[in-house]
């Protein structure tokens, strides 16, 4: 398996300009999370999906932020307009949650993010 | 969502038994404890999780206290490439408690 696949590994843009991030989950996984990690604040968890149904979003820092999980291989986490504050590493990780594990999370590469 | 404390940071000697400690004194009945790890330019990788009883797999073991308000991350012999920051997590079980909450970690050192 390729693991959890997200794209761009890294972005640098404008101020102002619609960021997009990619990633596709484990075949399999039903669970999906997005991360934000900066030196300052560390690892955050914005959203969770379960079943392509957004299940936690208390961590999306504003409505600038927007994610979707169409399909059970694909989500989008969309930053419109960005700003340099967003300018962090995110990260997609999967999951298959069960009535018999816990679930351990598989975490893509990330995306290293540049808001100028 | 019940808090970790871990230190800082610790150091190692490379081929020595690490072990990483947690602290968890508001843990539920139903928390499981993670541990996580994350390597430099990285993305976190699990490493082993319990609920009870110590736990052994092929990277750590994993020893918990009785009362279960603490446990322990045991390397068994560490390596240069264990230099990571290691998360000790408590995780609910079903629908919104299966998210994943990381602290600030310990950063682990391991010197040559």
């Known amino acids: 398996d390729a693991g959890v696949i997200q794209s761009p590994r890294h972005e640098v843009t404008e101020m102002g300009q619609e960021v997009t991030l990619r990633c596709k989950p484990i075949s399999g996984h039903n669970s999906l999370f997005w991360y934000r990690q900066t030196m300052m604040r560390g690892l955050e968890l914005l959203i969770y999906?379960?079943?392509?149904?957004?299940?936690?979003d208390s961590g999306m820092p504003e409505d600038r932020f927007s994610a979707k999980m169409p399909n059970a291989s694909f989500s989008t986490l969309k930053i419109q307009p960005s700003e340099p504050r967003d300018s962090a590493v995110y990260f997609c990780?999967?999951?298959?949650?069960?009535?018999?594990?816990?679930?351990?999370?598989?975490f893509g590469e990330g995306s290293r993010l540049t808001v100028l | 969502d019940a808090k970790t404390t871990q230190p800082n940071s610790m150091e190692s000697n490379e081929e020595e038994p690490v072990h990483l400690p947690c602290n968890h004194s508001t843990i539920s009945g139903t928390d499981y404890i993670h541990w996580y790890r994350q390597l430099p330019s990285q993305g976190p990788e699990y490493v082993i999780h319990g609920l009870t009883s110590n736990v052994n797999n092929r990277m750590a073991s994993l020893a918990i206290a009785e009362d279960r308000k603490s446990s322990t991350l045991i390397l068994h012999r560490a390596t240069l490439r264990d230099a990571a920051v290691y998360y000790c997590i408590l995780r609910g079980y079903g629908g919104a408690t299966n998210k994943l909450i990381f602290g600030t970690g310990t950063l682990l050192a391991v010197q040559p």
């Open positions: 990780a999967s999951s298959l949650i069960g009535t018999s594990n816990t679930g351990e999370l598989f």
């Open positions: 999906f379960n079943n392509n149904v957004p299940i936690d």
